[in-house]
């Protein structure tokens, strides 16, 4: 019970990652906001849940692009729950594989307002509830931040963004006792994952492949990426500020 009676805030809660991070938040007592578009898949997760206990969801309908209702979201959280321990800006779009000569300047910018405007936004309309418990900003970035990826270099630049944006952050609110942290995922078997590998040539041989980059020969789970997302929002981690941790695998070894 490492987040008993205690709020977070999970955007693109409802599968993936962010599941995976709801779902251990709400095993260890917590009390969880899942943010995102799908009402039916949003409610029926926060259901089973709260079904399964100790802690409690609710689903609450939020575009993050939309960043208005995102801080509306945050608001209702509060007025739901009374308090914010934890935002978890994970909620995020990759696009197929595109060149930069097929990626026109819109589909950065919305791709931009999607993955990493929503950080900026759900860390600013959470600040002032997190400065009353010393709270933490944990936001989902990627690898590929560091290391680039072939034809993603609007999703690389995003993702980019977020490490910086969580660098400067954790200087800026060190002093109010918020901590700023990323993870920084590998490959990680979620519905992401399966789409982008559905627009590549040949989807079974990608998935071997990307499976295969990790040491353990396998990709992460959601669930193991939530674990991470726990120990970032514990006081076991009380001394972490400012990191983008690789949440890999190995997969970056032996170059
Ligand atoms: N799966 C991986 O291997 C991997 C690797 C590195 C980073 N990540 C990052 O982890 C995060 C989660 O990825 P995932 O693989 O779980 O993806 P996913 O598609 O399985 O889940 C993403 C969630 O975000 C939600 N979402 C997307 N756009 C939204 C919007 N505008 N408003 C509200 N919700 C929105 C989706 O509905 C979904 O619930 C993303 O930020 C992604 O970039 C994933």
Redesign the pocket.
């Known amino acids: 019970m490492r987040f008993q009676d205690r709020v977070v805030i999970v ?10 991070c709801a779902r251990v938040f709400c095993q260890e007592g917590g009390l969880v906001a899942i ?4 009402t039916e ?2 409610e029926s997760l926060a259901q089973q849940l709260s079904d399964d206990g100790p802690g409690r969801a609710i689903f609450i309908q ?5 960043h208005k209702q995102l801080g509306q979201a945050v608001e209702r959280t509060v007025a739901e729950f009374g308090r914010l321990d934890c935002i978890i ?6 696009p197929p594989a595109t060149s930069l000569d097929d990626t026109s300047v819109e589909m950065m910018e919305e791709l931009m ?3 990493y405007i ?1 950080t900026f936004a759900g860390a600013k309309y959470a600040l002032p509830h997190l400065r009353k418990t010393k709270g933490t900003i944990i936001n ?5 931040a560091i290391l680039g990826q072939d034809r993603s270099s609007a ?1 690389c630049a ?2 980019g963004a977020q490490v910086s944006l969580t660098k400067a952050l954790a200087i800026e609110l060190g002093p109010d006792g918020i901590r700023v942290n990323a ?11 399966r ?2 590998a559905a627009t590549l040539d040949d989807p079974e041989s990608a998935l071997a492949r ?1 499976s295969a980059m990790q040491v353990f020969g396998r ?2 789970t ?1 669930e193991e ?1 939530g674990r991470i997302a726990l120990f970032l929002a514990t006081e076991d981690s009380s001394f972490l500020t400012g990191q983008a941790i690789e949440a890999e695998g190995g997969a970056s070894l032996d170059y």
Request: charged share 15%; with cysteine; aromatic share 4%.
């Open positions: 955007t693109g809660g409802s599968k993936g990652i962010g599941a995976g943010l995102a578009r799908g898949e949003g939020c575009d993050v692009s939309q800006n994970n909620a995020g779009a990759h307002r999607t993955n929503s989902m970035s990627s690898m590929t999703y995003t993702k993870i920084l995922p590998s490959n990680i078997d979620t519905p992401l994952m789409d982008w990307v990709m992460g959601s990426m």
